[in-house]
């Protein structure tokens, strides 16, 4: 579904991204971790075209996507992302939200969008919400409504960018369990989370980066209990399992 071959990214004289190779498979839950700014964001907005890249290529079910070349309104609809900050719009309502990108980008018929928005909010337990503005919800429940609005245009692909990062510890439990039940759905998702644990319960294949490389991969029960570089021990014995 994905290649990413020697991917390289630049902010002026410092390199976020450094050679990055990685496939990922159809189906496949990559959870992809690792300290504060080695790299695991920049990863995921450089699949979606937010960043450039400087070097190296990406390919996309089969069609290779760079800069210049690639019509990004139309790749966007099949790679959804959901940022840690929600980026609903305030003055709209959960619905409103929601019907947008169908209406605008896909020119979607209206009243089966809106079956369709109701239909997922019931499953991430938002049910009866399609009104509520944004400021009448909590950060867990915004959360899910931006998880929702990347389904409504049924991607292939889904970035999650570290979404239970703004949240207070008593409601990340309720995003993770919605990611949970995503991952048993069979859509293709590259999760960046500091949340150790849920990674190593939902993921396929944990994917460890530092200082802009790709340092270990490898099955979660595999990399947890034996990690196979001295960095990623360093990196696990600050977490407590």
Request: hydrophobic share 40%.
């Amino acid at each position: 579904m994905l290649e990413l071959n020697q991917v390289t990214k630049h902010y002026g004289s410092r390199t976020a991204l450094d050679g990055v190779t990685l496939d990922i498979a159809a189906g496949e839950v990559i959870a992809i971790i690792g300290p504060s700014g080695c790299g695991k964001s920049t990863l995921l907005k450089t699949i979606n075209g937010l960043e450039p890249i400087q070097g190296g290529t990406i390919t996309f079910d089969g069609t290779q996507i760079a800069p210049g070349r690639t019509d990004w309104r139309s790749v966007r609809q099949d790679i959804g992302m959901v940022f840690q900050s929600y980026e609903l719009f305030p003055h709209l309502n959960v619905m409103q939200n929601l019907l947008l990108g169908p209406k605008v980008v896909q020119r979607a018929d209206t009243n089966s969008a809106r079956e369709r928005a109701s239909e997922l909010l019931a499953r991430v337990g938002l049910a009866g919400r399609e009104e509520a503005m944004p400021r009448e919800l909590s950060g867990g429940q915004k959360q899910r409504v931006a998880i929702v609005r990347a389904l409504m245009m049924n991607p292939k692909v889904l970035l999650l960018d570290e979404i239970t990062a703004s949240l207070d510890p008593e409601i990340v439990r309720e995003v993770l369990d919605v990611v949970a039940d995503l991952a048993k759905s069979g859509i293709t998702m590259l999760l960046v989370t500091h949340e150790m644990p849920f990674a190593r319960a939902v993921s396929d294949r944990v994917v460890f980066m530092d200082a802009g490389r790709i340092v270990e991969t490898g099955k979660p029960e595999e990399f947890f209990d034996n990690p196979q570089t001295e960095r990623a021990q360093r990196f696990l014995d600050r977490f407590v399992f």
